[in-house]
């Protein structure tokens, strides 16, 4: 097992279509994140869960929802997006709590490429 | 807000040949992560350097933090094609908090030929 899955690995999407995308990870971590790779762009955070509540929304437009059920699991509700949101979707988990958690490194999963038409 | 400027955004070179990747700011860092990302999968961290003016040897791969712990680079020793990638710096912020929030360099693409 890899240590983070995400599935699916590419989406074509209509505007008005409703998907999501989904995030599992085997590492026993405590923190997941999603960000955004765009081209040309530093990897953008997007939402933070630590202990699964999230502790970090930077701001991100409310067509993108994120679920985090378990420690395990992470999900991006995506609904009625635009063009620009055409990305590379990462996610990314990491061991956080915990003075020394902010140092820890984070295990990236292999992304969904979002193709919005 | 912490800005992570990388530089040079691309970088093609023989194989043999050196080369060194920076990562600068104006803000103060606890620590630095490089990753290395090949198409069509994620960032792998490669190192973390955590002390003002620590330096990390990985194989060919040389790390360091500025004393200030403000800036940091890469060396890549006779790189190989199988080094090319693109390589990202992040930086965590200082003080505690209970999870780990970077702030990602723009990366810099790297190709080695053969």
């Known amino acids: 097992e890899t240590g983070v899955t995400q599935t699916p690995r590419h989406l074509v999407m209509g505007m008005t279509n409703k998907k999501s995308l989904k995030c599992e990870q085997h590492l026993g971590h405590n923190a997941m994140y999603w960000y955004k790779q765009s081209a040309k762009k530093p990897l953008e955070l997007m939402f933070v869960y630590s202990l699964e509540e999230r502790v970090e929304n930077n701001s991100v437009p409310s067509r993108f929802s994120p679920e985090c059920p378990n420690s395990s699991h992470l999900f991006l509700h995506l609904h009625t997006l635009q063009p620009e949101d055409s990305a590379l979707y990462l996610c990314?988990?990491?061991?956080?709590?915990?003075?020394?958690?902010?140092?820890?490194?984070?295990?990236f999963g292999d992304g969904t490429r979002l193709s919005i038409l | 807000t912490q800005l992570l400027e990388q530089s040079p955004q691309f970088l093609s070179i023989q194989e043999g040949e050196n080369l060194t990747v920076y990562c600068n700011s104006s803000?103060?860092?606890?620590?630095l992560q490089w990753y290395r990302q090949e198409p069509g999968e994620g960032p792998v961290l490669l190192v973390t350097?955590?002390?003002?003016?620590e330096v990390k040897k990985l194989k060919r791969l040389t790390f360091q933090f500025g004393d200030a712990r403000k800036d940091s680079s890469l060396h890549i020793t006779a790189a190989q094609p199988g080094d090319t990638g693109l390589y990202l710096c992040a930086g965590a912020p200082p003080g505690g908090t209970s999870y780990g929030k970077l702030t990602f360099g723009q990366g810099t693409i790297l190709t080695v030929h053969p």
């Open positions: 803000s103060v860092f606890s620590s």
């Open positions: 990314a988990s990491s061991q956080g709590t915990g003075a020394a958690g902010f140092n820890q490194p984070q295990h």
């Open positions: 350097v955590v002390t003002g003016g």
